[in-house]
């Protein structure tokens, strides 16, 4: 009996359901998300509520000014309208990545990740520089005649649009690619046999198994539009004022907590009632980045009603061969414009950066080192990037560590309700960033912890750490289970199975988790927005004011090195992750 | 034999096709003439060019060269859901966010069908393969053999005159491949369809078809009937492929042949090869005896060096001199237990023998 419970626990995991001691290791992790999200999100709504003079009155406030209410309406056409484009935009793309072939494929995929990889703030000051009176395209265009003169297209709702279009399209085609790539080719083949037309096989067999990426893709998109910070209040008109806008104003310009709380809580509230309606469509652990559950049981998916589709089909099909045969034609030249336009922003930067200019002109009219020397010889610059590397060595070294103990006590301890407690771990990843930036600010103002590097470092940590649960736990799920029993029967013992096997196994994926750990934190602006309490400046938040001020050319110079950084991660991951099957 | 439909559609012709990717040539110069209600199967292994030839004739692949016909109209080109050619996938390829019934469905709802002669036929179709049942069941919630079946009824609910099959039963376990090998074949015997059967299996395809077209290399070796493919293969690479094989090189001598010992090789008059041949035995078709006994023609001696007992018999190599043979053995009660070490003669009938290139 005694030896049964034993072999049991050494092997852990599936069978028995007591727990093993593989899930204190998870304790440390939870309490970091207890102390410093729960709670904190929990204070601001006792904040919002007037505690201790308990009240209404914010929320009454809300629904009576007519300013709030056209600033939430704002911020729900905005997110509309860009969650619409990328979808629109993005479906067709990802469709082009999932069957074109190997050239075109991996250009596209570089579009994507590129991108993805590199921080909001660089890519909106390419925007800025783009779309900007004397900017690249008003040049373009006046130099092609096209125009006679600049058009206003930043500060107002069009650069708001085009800026978060481009800002959001990766995110919602990531997972559409990963979905379609999952289609069996197979099936469409099979409806062709069937008697479809590739258009009708399409409709009916292809489109409805996408559903899921689409709604996953649209929920990300959606989420994090109403979130969204920085590009809005750098490209935005003063018609353009977001919720997150208005938080900010509030809690820092203000300093009315309690209304900025109040806004923040309907923020908050409107996030978790979609992901709870996402969650009925798209299981929300892999919704936040898993590819697979810690539960076994695979859930059957809701499936797309496809009865009127299959009827649409095979409508499709009478329409002949040549119309979506030519449509069909004309979407790899599509998506690689859209690819295109992906990496323009980033390219232009990086050749504005060499000019020789004085200012951000367009064309370059020579090339120099200027603007690095200028970096390099500015003791604001440097000092601002000292106190970013302090500050994201800690957060990554932080995150890495709790996260990794965190995944190795989930895979491993035999937590009761492990798949809810892990959704709640990874919900920092989607949360507004704003909301949880004023939340653990209001819990470090107690205790003295803003404007502190320690203090950045840690709700840095808060952010990034669910990143590392994701890439640990996938690497931990694909690690064969008989390689650390193989240990145990050489006679090892269960810390050095451990050490000598799976460790090893997986240091590349946490190096990995590590930088990517570091770059969040590196590439910040809006918790050292809140947290840093104007005393600490990082580098982003260097650039941030630089950008507000005068559009200095020095940034484009940072904006390269930081998206050098972020090919850096891209190439570090690829070849430390083991080459999917 | 009683057929659906008088077996006169399904007739397939392959012309010279060929198709190449890059330098790559995956189907070299294919011929052949397949009759109406013929089941007939590419047999080769991976890269032998059979699934391409396949995708050609469902029109998932277009030739580079060469035409294809159904019934006489020339089908090179007609995109893939104007052939009217049913398909079984590898895997099946059921659509997974579709029921049974919707399944079978789709090719008359694709076809425009009326309501009710799809209601009708989906139904008959459903009892034709048992699984009426589960007509409001998804894929996912059948078995592997059920979801054969319904695989079927999909590919055949619009009557097609030609069914293809490619390597349905790939990735099954032996009990239920045989299973529905049989049923497959009952399917054939009974709708009378034309049938072109992909597999790198040579037992399943011995056992299933009229005629096996044995590939490599994207040529067609041997298009023969399964006996004569076994018995009488037409270069070393048929031989090998379908079962074991025996191959003694031979120099010619005085008008027969004889091993590199200098021993004579009982053959019959063979294929009329230039160069020296090979001799070409099963290892089923050998007869083995202890070195007294009186054998036969041309009985060559020999050692025992392994023996591999698999049961109902098993198989020995005989060592002579430094050639190695192959040899079956029934394991009745009472036959010989042979042990490694034992001295023995080999000889076998020459009509069991053939005369194949060497290469």
Redesign the interface.
């Known amino acids: 009996m005694m030896s049964k419970t034993t072999e049991r626990s050494r092997f852990s995991g599936k069978s028995g359901s007591e727990m093993t001691g593989w899930a204190w290791l998870a304790l440390p992790g939870i309490a970091f998300v207890v102390v410093l999200f729960l709670v904190p999100l929990g204070g601001m709504v006792l904040v919002s509520l007037g505690m201790p003079d308990w009240t209404v009155f914010h929320y009454a406030r809300l629904l009576d000014t007519t300013a709030y209410l056209s600033i939430m309406k704002t911020t729900l056409a905005i997110s509309v309208t860009v969650t619409a484009l990328a979808v629109v935009i993005g479906y067709p793309f990802a469709y082009v990545l999932t069957t074109s072939g190997k050239a075109l494929r991996t250009f596209l995929l570089i579009c994507v990740v590129l991108p993805y990889f590199t921080s909001v703030l660089v890519r909106t000051f390419a925007w800025l520089v783009l779309l900007g009176r004397g900017g690249v395209l008003n040049e373009i265009m006046l130099g092609l005649g096209l125009t006679s003169m600049p058009i206003q297209m930043l500060y107002n709702r069009f650069g708001v649009i085009v800026g978060m279009v481009h800002i959001v399209l990766p995110m919602i085609i990531l997972p559409l690619y990963t979905v379609m790539s999952g289609i069996?080719g197979?099936?469409v083949?099979?409806?062709?046999?069937?008697?479809?037309?590739?258009a009708?096989?399409f409709v009916?067999?292809f489109f409805?198994?996408s559903v899921p990426g689409v709604v996953a893709g649209v929920m990300l998109v959606f989420i994090y539009c109403l979130g969204f910070y920085i590009t809005p209040a750098l490209m935005g008109g003063l018609s353009d004022t977001m919720i997150t806008m208005a938080i900010s104003s509030q809690v820092v310009d203000q300093l009315n907590w309690a209304f900025g709380s109040a806004l923040s809580v309907v923020l908050l509230a409107s996030v978790v009632a979609l992901l709870w309606i996402g969650s009925r469509f798209f299981p929300l652990d892999r919704l936040l980045g898993l590819k697979r559950g810690l539960s076994t049981a695979s859930g059957?998916g809701h499936?797309?009603s496809?009865?009127w589709l299959?009827?649409l089909?095979?409508a499709v099909?009478?329409l002949g061969?040549t119309g979506p045969a030519f449509g069909a034609r004309l979407l790899p030249v599509f998506a690689f414009v859209v690819g295109l336009m992906l990496l323009a922003p980033g390219a232009v930067i990086t050749y504005l950066s060499f000019s020789s200019a004085k200012y951000l002109v367009f064309p370059a009219p020579g090339f120099s080192l200027h603007n690095y020397q200028a970096y390099l010889s500015d003791p604001t610059w440097l000092r601002a990037t000292f106190v970013s590397l302090r500050v994201a060595v800690l957060a990554g070294l932080i995150a890495t560590i709790l996260g990794t103990l965190l995944s190795l006590g989930l895979m491993r301890g035999n937590l009761p309700g492990r798949n809810g407690l892990l959704i709640l771990l990874l919900t920092p990843i989607i949360m507004p960033t704003v909301v949880v930036a004023v939340a653990i600010y209001f819990l470090f103002v107690q205790f003295g912890l803003q404007g502190t590097e320690i203090g950045l470092a840690i709700a840095h940590a808060v952010y990034a750490m669910p990143f590392v649960v994701v890439i640990v736990l996938t690497s931990l799920q694909s690690l064969n289970p008989s390689l650390e029993k193989a240990g145990l029967s050489l006679g090892a013992n269960p810390v050095a199975a451990f050490r000598t096997i799976t460790f090893p196994l997986i240091r590349p994926t946490l190096i990995v988790a590590g930088f990517f750990a570091f770059l969040n934190s590196f590439d910040d602006v809006v918790y050292a927005l809140f947290l840093g309490a104007g005393k600490l400046n990082t580098l982003p938040m260097r650039m941030w004011e630089g950008i507000k001020q005068d559009v200095s050319p020095t940034i484009s110079a940072v904006a390269t090195l930081q998206m050098l950084l972020a090919a850096l991660a891209i190439t570090l991951g690829s070849l430390m992750t083991p080459r999917a099957k | 034999m009683t057929t659906d439909t008088p077996a006169l559609l399904g007739q397939v012709s392959l012309k010279g096709v060929s198709r190449h990717y890059g330098t790559f040539v995956a189907v070299d110069d294919v011929s052949m003439d397949i009759a109406p209600g013929e089941f007939i199967s590419f047999l080769g292994p991976s890269g032998s060019g059979k699934t391409t030839t396949l995708m050609m004739v469902?029109?998932?692949e277009i030739p580079d060269r060469g035409a294809i016909t159904l019934d006489g109209k020339d089908i090179t080109r007609l995109?893939?859901?104007?052939r009217?050619?049913?398909?079984i996938?590898?895997?099946y390829?059921?659509?997974?966010?579709?029921t049974v019934a919707?399944n079978v469905a789709?090719?008359l709802?694709?076809?425009?069908a009326g309501r009710s002669a799809i209601a009708e036929r989906v139904a008959r179709m459903l009892d034709l393969v048992q699984l009426a049942p589960f007509a409001d069941r998804?894929p996912?919630q059948l078995s592997g053999g059920q979801q054969q079946r319904v695989a079927i009824a999909?590919?055949l609910v619009?009557d097609p005159p030609v069914l293809?099959l490619d390597e349905p039963l790939g990735a099954l376990d032996k009990k239920l491949r045989q299973h529905l090998q049989e049923e497959i074949r009952f399917l054939h015997r009974r709708m009378g369809k034309t049938m072109i059967y992909v597999t790198h299996d040579q037992d399943e395809a011995l056992a299933m078809s009229d005629r096996i077209a044995v590939m490599s290399a994207g040529r067609v070796h041997q298009l023969a009937a399964p006996e004569e493919i076994y018995r009488h293969p037409t270069d070393r690479f048929v031989a090998s492929f379908m079962g074991e094989s025996n191959f003694i090189r031979v120099t010619r001598a005085d008008g027969g042949f004889r091993n590199a010992q200098g021993q004579p090789v009982p053959v019959a008059a063979g294929a009329d090869t230039a160069g020296d041949p090979v001799v070409f035995v099963r290892p089923e078709n050998i007869r083995i005896e202890p070195p007294e006994g009186a054998g036969g023609p041309g009985r060559l001696d020999g050692r025992i060096e392994d023996l591999t007992y698999v049961g109902d018999s098993s198989m020995l190599s005989v060592g002579i001199g430094s050639e190695r043979l192959s040899v079956k053995v029934l394991n009745r009660s009472g036959s010989t237990a042979w042990q490694i070490g034992d001295r023995c003669r080999v000889f076998w009938d020459p009509d069991d023998a053939l005369l194949l290139p060497d290469g």
Do not use: K, W
Not at chain 1, 189 to 198: E, L, N, T, V
Not at chain 2, 79 to 82: C, D, E, N, S
């Open positions: 069996d197979r099936l083949r099979a409806a062709r046999a069937c008697g479809a037309s590739p009708g096989a009916s067999v409805p198994l059957e499936h797309v496809s009865l299959t009827g089909a095979a099909n009478r061969d | 469902a029109g998932f995109p893939a859901h104007r009217e050619l049913g398909i996938f590898q895997n390829a059921l659509f997974p966010h579709m919707e789709y090719p709802r694709m076809r425009r998804y996912s999909r590919a619009f293809l």
